[in-house]
């Protein structure tokens, strides 16, 4: 039997919550005095804490927030040698994807990455000056590099 995946019709209700996260760091609405709270966020956003909580635990989990007092969470501030270590492992991984995408590439492929890079460029986001620069830089380059490794299938 051969099933198909199942495509939700709608985005989830956690990923809104990543993004409008994200938009805040970048647009300086959450600086680095900020603690989130699941229950004031989720007040705020008039939705229930579980999907708060996951675009929380997400955001720690790529290194952007770190839990702080109480399990509220605070922006991370890298350390330069980490920003370092972090950089060289994103330039391993890039460098192999690219080379994989050069060999075979495909105008879809190369169509999507581009949609990616244009938005990124065009964004209104500004890159915020309160917050460490090694964090907002990886940030600020995560959807672009996210769309490389995802279209060149590399397995890591």
Not at 2 to 19: F, H, M, N, S, T
Not at 63 to 84: A, P, Q, T, W
């Amino acid at each position: 039997m051969a099933l198909k995946g199942i495509q939700p019709a709608r985005r989830r209700l956690a990923d809104e919550v990543y993004e409008q996260l994200m938009y805040a760091i970048m647009n300086r609405e959450i600086g680095p005095d900020n603690r989130l709270v699941q229950a004031r966020l989720a007040a705020e956003l008039s939705i229930s804490r579980t999907p708060v909580r996951e675009a929380l635990m997400r955001l720690e989990q790529e290194g952007v927030l770190e839990v702080s007092s109480r399990g509220s969470f605070r922006l991370y501030l890298i350390n330069d040698k980490e920003f370092r270590d972090l950089y060289q492992a994103r330039a391993a991984i890039e460098g192999r994807c690219a080379r994989i995408l050069a060999d075979k590439p495909k105008p879809e492929t190369i169509a999507e990455i581009r949609k990616t890079v244009k938005f990124e460029e065009t964004s209104k986001v500004r890159m915020p000056r309160h917050i460490s620069t090694p964090i907002v830089q990886s940030i600020a380059n995560l959807s672009k590099w996210r769309a490389i490794v995802s279209c060149s299938r590399c397995s890591i």
